[in-house]
T-cell receptor
Framework: DQQVKQNSPSLSVQEGRISILNCDYTNSMFDYFLWYKKYPAEGPTFLIS?????DKNEDGRFTVFLNKSAKHLSLHIVPSQPGDSAVYFCAASYGGATNKLIFGTGTLLAVQP | DAGVTQSPTHLIKTRGQQVTLRCSPKSGHDTVSWYQQALGQGPQFIFQ???????QRGNFPDRFSGHQFPNYSSELNVNALLLGDSALYLCASSQVRDGVYGYTFGSGTRLTVV
């Protein structure tokens, strides 16, 4: 039972354009969502997060949008840079500062120069 | 400031063998969580250790066990290895009060079972 889904295995974008990565979830108990970026041979690194009480969080070039009614969140990267090329994971947790994250399967973003 | 350190980085084992993976948490962190990332999948939670005890466990068989030492470092043990145990094993440390909000991941151990 995949509670967090990233339906696009890959995405290719031109440098300077917007990248939009999508994530859907099924468990309405989730109250915190995070995006991680992962380069080959490295562990995931935290990018940005959002609480379920908000619908938007912005940090520099990165913005996460949450649509609770649709159980959908998206990560926008503007402008995209070649260094953004990586696998992006959406993750969710519930119950406050709980003990585990539930990850999606990831989206490989390729930013073309 | 050293982050999370995992060892070894790669290893190859034969079916039926046992393996021990190690994790040193980031300085100041007291909690260690282990995740398994199979090829093409997202990381899956195995278990978490705090105060040398297993606090929470994911849906993994008893062949997977762990330990946390007084210095907060941790080991993941897998017995009777199966081909399906081939994966990247990630360790994440945090402070207990931060939980998942303060995760720092290591680079992982790539386990191949042949």
């Amino acid at each position: 039972d995949q509670q967090v889904k990233q339906n696009s295995p890959s995405l290719s974008v031109q440098e300077g354009r917007i990248s939009i990565l999508n994530c859907d979830y099924t468990n309405s108990m989730f109250d915190y969502f995070l995006w991680y970026k992962k380069y080959p041979a490295e562990g995931p690194t935290f990018l940005i997060s959002i609480s379920s009480i908000k619908d938007k969080n912005e940090d520099g070039r990165f913005t996460v949008f949450l649509n609770k009614s649709a159980k959908h969140l998206s990560l926008h990267i503007v402008p995209s840079q070649p260094g953004d090329s990586a696998v992006y994971f959406c993750a969710a947790s519930y119950g406050g500062a709980t003990n585990k994250l539930i990850f999606g399967t990831g989206t490989l973003l390729a930013v073309q120069p | 400031d050293a982050g999370v350190t995992q060892s070894p980085t790669h290893l190859i084992k034969t079916r039926g063998q046992q393996v021990t993976l190690r994790c040193s948490p980031k300085s100041g962190h007291d909690t260690v969580s282990w995740y398994q990332q199979a090829l093409g999948q997202g990381p899956q939670f195995i278990f978490q250790y705090y105060e040398e005890e297993e606090r929470q466990r994911g849906n993994f068989p008893d062949r997977f066990s762990g330990h946390q030492f007084p210095n907060y470092s941790s080991e993941l043990n897998v017995n009777a290895l199966l081909l399906g145990d081939s994966a990247l094993y990630l360790c994440a440390s945090s402070q207990v009060r931060d939980g998942v909000y303060g995760y720092t991941f290591g680079s992982g151990t790539r386990l191949t079972v042949v």
